[in-house]
């Protein structure tokens, strides 16, 4: 059984930092892309960034590019996200995420697993 566990979500002033994890489980983590997607107050879930399975290959969001670090441990099975200079609309619930089949350029690639979450809370 998949599971993603989040932590690290905290409330923060404008131009802090914080770290998030994903814990996982229940799959070969080294062969999924894993992800970061977010959900702020009243708006659609959007996708933050992005790694490959052995970490060399990252992928941001244009609203979070240059201050957000995507990473992963693979011998530890946890997804990072490091997220620097954070502005009051990263305001949100993080959530990890993993995909079907592990080859995310297959035309029936999708989502298929998330975590619970974890509130980040960013203040002016």
């Known amino acids: 059984q998949v599971q993603l566990v989040e932590s690290g979500g905290d409330s923060v002033e404008a131009g802090g930092s914080l770290r998030l994890s994903c814990a996982a489980s229940?799959?070969?983590?080294?062969?999924?892309?894993m992800y970061w997607v977010r959900r702020a107050p009243g708006k659609e879930f959007e996708g933050v960034s992005a790694?490959?399975?052995?970490?060399?290959?990252?992928l941001y969001n244009d609203f979070v590019k240059g201050r957000f670090n995507i990473s992963r441990d693979n011998a530890k099975d946890t997804l990072y996200l490091q997220m620097d200079r954070l502005q009051t609309n990263d305001t949100g619930i993080y959530y990890c995420?993993?995909?079907?089949?592990?080859?995310?350029?297959?035309?029936?690639?999708?989502?298929?697993?998330w975590g619970q979450g974890t509130q980040v809370t960013v203040s002016s």
């Open positions: 790694v490959s399975t052995n970490g060399e290959n990252v």
């Open positions: 229940g799959f070969i983590f080294n062969k999924y892309w």
């Open positions: 995420s993993k995909g079907t089949p592990p080859d995310p350029s297959r035309s029936d690639y999708a989502f298929d697993s």
